[in-house]
């Protein structure tokens, strides 16, 4: 027997789209009611269940590139992909990418004069297995100024975008570190309200660290109802690096 559980509802950890703040919000957002337009099967199907035929072999070691290892603190990022009820989501495209050590992308927009690192490109792809996790070797990010207002700098983060069952089905988010004092100033972070941007820091954990070769840091995503993972509030409209 098929057990069917009530669907929770989303509490209030979602971020606005207009959040004045984060200035390109302002022009970014609705000004009219939103239209629910009807999903078809063209949103409703994908290639689920071949995703690694599609994607090609997992891109888990961001460190392990190109000719040598980058520069910084080598870290493992590793975690489930959950629903609502707490059970793990399986066959889960995960990307993420990122600054590196020094807080500069890959990115022809990216013009701050930290340096560039040839040996890291900032990007990685795996599909979360059965028990639906993911495991990611990186670097740990740099800050990095970003314009928003005088004396704007963005909190070291890696972004996360996860694909389902299609390609429609499309959550973007970004990750933080415990204890970087810059979250609490940071308007990005600061349009998801307390305290549900705690979902948006990782934990440090010591199981995960590997000994002398990289700090471990553990973060689930929960695709929706209460306990969702915020969403990116910068998606949805256009594609930047911030």
């Known amino acids: 027997m098929t057990l069917i559980l009530p669907y929770a509802r989303e509490d209030a950890g979602q971020p606005p789209s207009l959040h004045p703040p984060y200035v390109s919000t302002v022009p970014r957002s609705p000004r009219q009611p939103l239209v629910r337009i009807p999903q078809t099967l063209t949103e409703l199907t994908g290639p689920a269940g071949c995703w690694d035929n599609l994607m090609g072999e997992s891109l888990f070691d961001l460190t392990d590139q190109h000719l040598a290892r980058p ?3 080598r870290i493992v990022v590793a975690g489930r ?3 609502e009820q707490g059970r793990p989501v399986r066959g889960t495209v995960m990307e993420i990418w990122q600054a590196n050590a020094a807080g500069r ?6 013009q701050w004069d930290a340096p560039h690192d040839p040996n890291f490109t900032g990007a990685g792809r795996v599909i979360t297995d059965d028990e639906g996790r993911y495991r990611f070797v990186t670097v ?3 800050a990095y100024p970003w314009g928003n207002h005088h004396n704007a700098w963005r909190p070291s983060h890696i972004h996360l975008s996860l694909l389902g069952p299609a390609f429609a089905t499309r959550l973007v988010t970004q990750m933080y570190f415990p204890d970087d004092p810059l979250i609490e ?3 990005i972070a600061n349009a998801v309200p307390s305290p549900y941007r705690q979902r948006l820091v990782s934990r440090f954990d010591i199981e995960t660290t590997q000994p002398d070769w ?5 973060f689930d995503v929960v695709l929706r109802g209460r306990g969702a993972t915020p969403l990116d509030p910068e998606y949805g409209e256009d594609d930047h690096h911030d």
């Open 71 to 73: 520069l910084g603190q």
């Open 81 to 83: 992909v959950l629903d």
């Open 185 to 187: 100033i940071d308007p």
């Open 214 to 218: 990289a700090l471990g840091y553990l």
């Open 105 to 110: 992308y890959i990115h022809k927009k990216d």
């Open 140 to 142: 740990r990010p740099g």
